[in-house]
């Protein structure tokens, strides 16, 4: 076992820690926000106030969004608007992206208004679709701009969720769909799909100009 | 709302829908191996046989993994094998990369004796660590090998968690790090990482010779 923790730790866990041993300062806004999922954030399980499953989930959420800004967070305008090659999307656009799901799952899971006026313009569209409209029109953004959208749009999850208990994130909804699905996985897919992006955002980063570490 | 459900089920959702919809048949060793994370896949939940949180999270790796498996199973040796540049992980070598992060981690929070022998001589070491070992050892696979490396790995992790509860999930333990962390949230970075990486396959899948869509 001592060469496997070996690995373990060189590779993939040891960055893990890092990134949360340095993350948490990196998104005050979410930790003035929602201390009960900034206090021991890699401690994944019920949280006080929330249903079980709903505290579990939401720490999850929390601790996935600390590890995509521990990506991003010293990024710069340009860097964030670098584009790998013509059919990518930038790294501001897919920060958008995932506010935009989220934003989308409230809309369509909770049934939430979520105009977010106090955000400012923001091309909700382009963002939920990226390709050439993403690309032409998200630009010129600091990674202020996207955490803070980010943070909003967390925000209210987190107050709808705060209403809500397992029996709604468990039970099997009638949808659009042939098989049965609930609320938790669509959450859950809704969490992962930050890891995806963060996948994604990690391989460009790791190939702008003067990148010293290529993504993995 | 409307708009916003457009947006959610032409993007999102509808996709996610699709890969449940044809998904299963393509991992049919992972469902004739657990029935019980097979059935219902997108139903996120307690499974009966595991205490509830450890349920739970088996039923988000078995969704993921659909996911990660709908990305790759018709793909060819020679496309498991494309390096899109020097520093590129290939889409196999990916693959064994996550059946041994999920070996590392049986290691590391299951002391499991993990030399699967039975699988033949797979160098744990170049999938773990990836890079220019990773590039030079890992290649030649085709997709059923890829399939069957991961199948058995996440059998092992069935088969101990059964034996588990939810103490033991979401206990805090005392550890390597300065951080309080639990069981809880190294099996999700487990679950997430596959995600992670899926975003890249995508991204590369895109990208090969003859490709029709750009991954994303």
Chains 1, 2 share one sequence.
């Not at 994944?44 to 929330?50: A, H, L, S, T, V």
């Not at 029109?137 to 955490?147: E, L, P």
Request: glycine residues 8%.
């Amino acid at each position: 076992m001592k060469a496997l923790s070996g690995i373990f730790n060189r590779r993939t866990f040891i960055r893990t820690s890092a990134a949360i041993a340095t993350g948490i300062g990196a998104v005050p806004s979410l930790s003035q926000a929602a201390p009960v999922f900034q206090d021991n954030v890699s401690v994944i399980g019920p949280r006080e106030g929330f249903s079980p499953h709903i505290g579990t989930l939401l720490s999850m959420m929390a601790w996935m969004r600390m590890v995509v800004i521990s990506s991003v967070d010293r990024l710069s305008k340009e860097e964030l608007d670098y584009l790998h090659d013509g059919k990518s999307n930038t790294i501001g656009a897919m920060l958008l992206h995932l506010a935009a799901t989220e934003r989308a799952y409230q809309g369509s899971t909770m049934n939430v208004n979520s105009d977010y006026k106090e955000l400012g313009n923001i091309n909700w569209d382009a963002a939920m679709h990226l390709g050439d409209e993403g690309r032409n029109v998200i630009k010129g953004n600091s990674i202020a701009f996207y955490k803070n959208v980010l943070t909003a749009v967390r925000n209210r999850t987190i107050e709808e969720m705060k209403t809500r208990d397992d029996k709604w994130l468990l039970d099997v909804a009638s949808g659009s769909v042939s098989r049965p699905i609930n609320n938790y996985c669509k959450w859950f897919h809704v969490c992962e799909h930050e890891s995806n992006h963060n996948g994604q955002i990690k391989w460009i980063k790791g190939r702008m100009p003067g990148a010293k570490n290529f993504g993995e």
